[in-house]
């Protein structure tokens, strides 16, 4: 079974910058994708960012120009830098791996346990 193991949250003031990571484990699997989610109090979960095995990256409107997305495949690893956080980006931002189990072929789709983020002076 795969682990995801999420880091970085936080609380940050606006303008502020915030890193976080999530990590993939357990067995031998193909990640086809990782992506970040965030979903505030009273709001339905939204794509942040999402980054395909092959580089490919989506963003969020909202945070076009101020995240990144990166992933180190070696480490099966996603990296989500978050620069001019504004309030409106406070949240619970949530890690999605999508991929293979590689001795089945069987699909996957996990979710790590989430990580706040808080945006506020």
């Known amino acids: 079974q795969v682990q995801l193991v999420e880091s970085g949250g936080g609380l940050v003031q606006p303008g502020g910058s915030l890193r976080l990571s999530c990590a993939a484990s357990?067995?031998?699997?193909?990640?086809?994708?990782m992506g970040w989610y965030r979903q505030a109090p009273g709001k339905q979960r939204e794509l942040v960012a999402r980054?395909?095995?092959?580089?490919?990256?989506v963003y969020a409107d909202s945070v076009k120009g101020r995240f990144t997305i990166s992933r180190d495949n070696a480490k099966n690893t996603a990296y989500l830098q978050m620069n001019s956080l504004k309030p409106e980006d406070t949240a619970v931002y949530s890690c999605?791996?999508?991929?293979?189990?590689?001795?089945?072929?069987?699909?996957?789709?996990?979710w790590g346990q989430g990580t706040q983020v808080t945006v506020s002076s």
């Open positions: 999605k791996v999508v991929g293979i189990i590689i001795a089945t072929l069987v699909p996957f789709e996990y």
């Open positions: 357990g067995g031998m699997f193909r990640i086809n994708s």
């Open positions: 980054v395909t095995s092959g580089g490919s990256t």
